[in-house]
Each structure stands twice: as structure tokens, then as C-alpha cells.
């Protein structure tokens, strides 16, 4: 698995994001079954400039704490089965790799919501990852039954991983 990351910011976080990035990120596509050795990037951004993607991608102009921006489309959640029929641009030519797609996210945001959901940095941060890993593997929640499974899988994460609200 190759999880690239950085941070676009001067904010330095205090604890290993990279890290906590790589174990989230591997236990959620262990948790979905993914038969893939995969490639995920991370984006540490700001509050305006997650904004201004936000507009442009979405229009929706307003900062938000996290983006996800699949690179596969599933039929199904998870379902990993029709990857290499749908397309071959999904797989990193060099190493095989199947790239899921990237993930920006606020630093700005992840601050402010750790201060008022009171918990670490750490557990927002793990829990904005394993939100959008899921968001990657072709998870929403644009419908309430959608939003219940999708929350549960990440809690289920975040458990194993004994990420709990502190």
C-alpha cells in the first residue's frame, strides 16, 4: 500500500498524522475487503483554500472539513469486483497499485471540530479518514439508511484500531 501525504499548511500537527493516516487508511480497506494493494494521497489544507476547491468541485462555497475525490466509480460499496473490467486507468502503471483517489482535508476544520466535539486532534483526524477512505470506496450517505452504514463502518474502524473519543 502507498499512502502519500502532505502538508500544504504552516500549522504542524502534534501528533504522527502520517502514520495514523497509513493505519486508518489500511484498516478501512482491510475492513472493505479491497483485494488490491492500494494507492491513497492525503492533502493537508486550510479553511480558504478547501474552500475555493469546494466552489470549483462541488459549488458549494463554503469551507468544509474534508473532500474526497474517488478515482473509481462502484456500482455497489465496496464492491471491487468490476475494477479491472471498468478501466484500466484505475491501477498505477509502475506499480500495479489500484489508486482509490485523494482526500483533502482541513486542518482549520479538523481543529475546530476536535475543540467542539470535545476529543484529541488524533480522533478527528482518524475519524475524517476513515470517513472518506469509505467516501473512496464508493460509500455515501446522501440517504439516511446510506448515512447509518456508512457512520457504523466507520465506528467499527475507529474501534478496532481502539481510536475511542477521549
Known amino acids: 500500500m502507498t499512502f502519500y501525504a502532505e502538508n500544504e499548511t504552516h500549522t504542524e500537527l502534534p501528533f504522527a498524522w502520517k502514520e495514523l493516516f497509513q493505519k486508518v487508511g489500511e484498516a478501512v480497506l482491510e475492513r472493505e475487503g479491497c483485494p488490491y494493494e492500494a494507492q491513497v494521497s492525503l492533502i493537508l489544507t486550510d479553511n480558504e483554500e478547501i474552500r475555493q476547491i469546494n466552489a470549483s468541485t462541488r459549488g458549494i462555497d463554503a469551507a468544509t472539513d474534508v473532500l474526497s475525490f474517488p478515482n473509481i466509480s462502484f456500482l455497489q460499496p465496496a464492491d471491487f469486483s468490476a475494477v479491472e473490467e471498468e478501466t484500466a486507468d484505475c491501477f498505477e502503471p509502475d506499480t500495479g497499485e489500484l489508486i482509490l483517489g485523494e482526500i483533502i482535508l482541513s486542518i482549520d476544520k479538523l481543529q475546530e471540530q476536535a475543540l467542539a466535539y470535545g476529543h484529541s486532534l488524533e480522533r478527528e483526524f482518524a475519524f475524517l479518514v476513515a470517513h ?30 481502539k481510536i475511542t473519543r477521549d
Open 132 to 161: 472518506s477512505m469509505l467516501h473512496l470506496c464508493g460509500y455515501d450517505h446522501m440517504e439516511p439508511e446510506e448515512e447509518e452504514v456508512m457512520f457504523n463502518r466507520q465506528e467499527e474502524v475507529l474501534q478496532l484500531l
